[in-house]
């Protein structure tokens, strides 16, 4: 009777999944499909846990307690311009959990089972004669190991990277790929000596032992070695990645302990980091593989003069001459990118906009799929200052209004709107799908200087003959076309 209540339970977290991640597709109901998802997570965990009798009730819930309180506080407390990182770390602890879970079931098979294992490691007995796991088993420990270890450590290389911990530039050193096809073969020829050593475990469990140690030491190895040669042009490509490399650790470790929510979750959070990875990389018009072996762009002007390109002129504007462009507008697009999250300023945004609604003007907001250093960025952070989601444009809906649009503010964006993406063959983001910005009548930058955006690249955008600059930090220039808006 009991397992049968599992299982129901099982059916109805996989379905509260699907549920969850279909209503994830609109701005519109992503927050109620989140609290879908995590829902159904909650009653897989109950359900597992009543299961394999792991811990009481009391037990459960005080666990509970204490994980929702650590949700809290973290939901609370970090800032949204920080949620790229916390991605990021969180895809690690998730490749990190799947990693234990299959060191454990060695260790529970090394031991006799879970009961026997702290008895038998203080008395240093000897292994019981019974033990051991079949190839099956063998195969998906080492695959969890794998995946977890690679996803741990280069979620966390990219954490050192959203964060400045590590240099957004793509690091690379003599011998690296070799280095790096040599840890990929090392890995494989780990998990081949974990399945020989499998029919002599009860036995002789040293194979098995010493073939998961040095898999997990390589995969830790190896995942630094695939994420640090990336630029921070491609952070939202690796965030997108790294995430379903944590589903199918998840769906391995499912595997491992014969767990069919565990399969079915991990299975939907690969799938769907997947079909991201793609859509990123169509947005940058790049392959994955020139993603991963041909890094380009890092932090944000590194090493960049933030001078004009010789021979070339820039128009200056002042807030003054902003506002009266703004408000006597009859539609204006805005495009924020990663100096709008740098600055805070989505409030601000929204402000301004709402402000040049009551004139009377059509304000739209145009979003880049990989605008902000992970996908969705920007609708985050405009989420967060209440914009109203049917105000939210993506970039192929939106492309074809910059024609009849008055002008175009463009808010720390910088190589989503680059004109040399469609020109220039030289260009490293030739090809690159862009918003149109160019083509309104006038397009106002807000930008601290001229430094080039995470690709490296000059902006042709900022020499344009209908473009003005507006140098100064995000929030501080908002606030000032505000006050300037209100007056007029």
Not at 68 to 85: K, N
Not at 200 to 211: E, K, Q, R
Not at 331 to 348: C, E, F, L, N, T
């Amino acid at each position: 009777m009991l397992t049968s209540l599992i299982d129901l339970a099982y059916l109805l977290a996989a379905a509260l999944f699907i549920i969850g991640l279909k209503r994830l597709t609109s701005p519109a109901t992503a927050r109620r499909g989140n609290q879908i998802a995590a829902v159904g997570m909650l009653v897989a965990i109950v359900a597992t846990l009543l299961l394999h009798r792991i811990i009481t009730p009391v037990e459960m819930l005080i666990g509970l307690v204490i994980g929702s309180i650590i949700g809290v506080v973290l939901a609370r407390r970090v800032e949204m311009t920080a949620m790229p990182e916390l991605v990021a770390a969180l895809n690690g602890f998730g490749g990190l959990a799947s990693a234990l879970v299959a060191g454990a079931e060695i260790a529970k098979e090394l031991m006799g089972g879970p009961g026997d294992y702290v008895v038998r490691v203080a008395l240093l007995q000897d292994l019981p004669a019974e033990t051991g796991f079949g190839v099956y088993a063998a195969v998906t420990i080492a695959l969890s190991i794998l995946i977890g270890m690679v996803t741990f450590s280069g979620s966390f290389v990219a954490f050192g990277k959203l964060g400045g911990y590590v240099s957004g530039n793509p690091i690379t050193f003599s011998g690296m790929r070799p280095l790096t096809l040599l840890l990929a073969l090392a890995s494989i020829a780990s998990l081949v000596v974990m399945i020989i050593g499998v029919d002599d475990f009860a036995t002789g469990p040293d194979t098995v032992i010493w073939g998961a140690i040095v898999l997990t030491v390589v995969a830790f190895l190896l995942g630094i070695l695939l994420v640090i040669p990336i630029g921070g042009a491609d952070m939202p490509v690796v965030v997108a990645l790294l995430n379903s490399y944590s589903g199918l650790a998840a769906a391995a470790t499912g595997f491992v302990l014969n767990n069919s929510a565990l399969i079915v979750s991990g299975a939907l959070v690969g799938a769907s980091g997947l079909i991201l990875t793609k859509i990123m990389c169509e947005a940058m018009n790049r392959s994955l593989f020139n993603v991963l072996l041909g890094g380009f762009g890092g932090e944000s002007g590194d090493g960049a003069v933030a001078t004009l390109a010789e021979g070339k002129s820039i128009t200056e504007t002042t807030v003054d001459d902003a506002a009266i462009l703004l408000s006597y507008a009859q539609k204006v697009i805005i495009i924020p990118g990663y100096g709008m999250a740098v600055a805070q300023a989505q409030h601000q945004v929204r402000e301004l906009a709402d402000l040049l609604r009551d004139k009377g003007v059509e304000v739209k907001y145009a979003i880049h799929p990989v605008a902000g250093r992970m996908p969705g960025h920007m609708n985050v952070l405009l989420a967060e200052a209440d914009v109203s989601y049917d105000l939210l444009f993506e970039m192929d809906e939106i492309n074809g209004e910059f024609d009849t649009t008055d002008v175009s503010l463009v808010v720390g964006a910088n190589d989503v709107v680059n004109p040399a993406a469609r020109t220039d063959k030289s260009s490293p983001i030739f090809g690159m799908p862009i918003l149109n910005a160019d083509r309104s009548e006038r397009v106002i930058v807000l930008k601290r200087s001229m430094r080039p955006g995470y690709s490296g690249v000059e902006n042709e955008l900022f020499y344009n003959a209908n473009t003005s600059m507006l140098f100064g930090d995000a929030k501080e220039m908002l606030n000032a076309l505000i006050a300037e808006v209100r007056a007029l």
